[in-house]
């Protein structure tokens, strides 16, 4: 056992009325520290609260489930946002607004609250009221931009 770990565990040992073993071994194997602190706070207050009563089991840490999209596209921002995990391999929305077409630098706005810019040197031509559209990761980093209704396609690359 760790030596960090045997002051709270002399702590525990000595309160009055103490859950017993198998509570301690239940929060001991516990492999997430935050759920592995809160089994023995649970422990804590069992002991002063109902001494002969077990603390049952050991809450489960709560951690906010983020949307995998979130983070598509996202590997060239800055630090600030957590390069977790890429997600998925495509994602699919609509634009805020009219399509015009685009051409290099054109910035086009999703109702998810991405926004991507045309990194493409060829110019397109296409009028459209907020069309669906689906980026898809491409070979070597690269991501493509289809906007339903059109075949062909304009490489972007996520600024917000």
């Not at 017993?20 to 089994?39: F, S, Y």
């Not at 060829?122 to 070979?139: C, H, M, S």
């Amino acid at each position: 056992m760790p030596r960090h770990r045997l002051p709270l565990m002399l702590a525990l040992f000595s309160l009055p009325g103490f859950a017993g073993d198998a509570a301690l071994n239940r929060c001991a194997a516990l492999a997430d520290a935050q759920a592995r602190l809160a089994c023995y706070d649970a422990l804590a207050r069992s002991a002063h609260v109902a001494p002969d009563t077990d603390p049952g089991p050991a809450p489960a840490a709560s951690v906010p489930a983020a949307d995998p999209s979130d983070r598509f596209g996202a590997e060239d921002l800055p630090p600030s946002r957590s390069p977790a995990e890429n997600g998925p391999d495509r994602i699919e929305s609509r634009l805020t607004g009219p399509l015009n077409g685009w051409k290099k630098g054109t910035l086009f706005e999703l109702e998810n609250g991405q926004v991507w810019r045309c990194i493409d040197d060829r110019e397109v031509y296409w009028v459209a009221d907020r069309p669906k559209v689906t980026i898809r990761r491409g070979f070597m980093g690269n991501y493509w931009l289809k906007v339903e209704g059109l075949n062909t396609q304009a490489r972007v690359r996520r600024i917000r």
